[in-house]
């Protein structure tokens, strides 16, 4: 896979969540089994709008080459691999419901799209 597809396809998704996250957290919290206090909700938009800066870096990185490219993908992978690990583990300790794993299995399949597009870069 190309880096310039592997970064468009996460600047994409990051996009998407990060929209739901900022302007519907309740939903997109329900939608994982967690209640939505009011904390849940700062946080849930705090990391919207983070995954929307990330689509902009993503998307505006699509044409790079070399070191820079390398580094934004590594970034991209480490990130979507510790969120997944993160993820996974609150999963199993029971600190968030199971329905969560589908967030774990979308966090490991990013992971492979970036490392598909570092091969390439």
């Known amino acids: 896979m190309s880096p310039r597809l592997a970064l468009s396809i996460g600047a994409v998704l990051a996009l998407l969540f990060g929209l739901a996250l900022t302007f519907a957290p309740t939903q997109m919290l329900g939608g994982f089994g967690m209640s939505t ?3 849940a909700l700062v946080v849930s938009r705090d990391i919207g709008v983070t995954l ?5 870096i993503n998307w505006l990185a699509r044409d790079s ?6 580094g934004i993908l590594i970034g991209n992978v480490v ?4 969120e997944a690990l993160v993820n996974g ?3 199993a300790a029971g600190i968030i419901p199971a329905p969560a794993l589908g967030g774990v299995a979308l966090h490991i399949g990013l992971a492979i799209v970036f490392w598909l597009g570092l091969r390439r870069a």
């Open 79 to 82: 990130i979507q691999l510790l």
């Open 65 to 70: 080459i070399g070191d820079a490219v390398r």
């Open 37 to 39: 206090p009011p904390e």
């Open 52 to 56: 929307i800066g990330l689509a902009v």
């Open 89 to 91: 583990w609150e999963v």
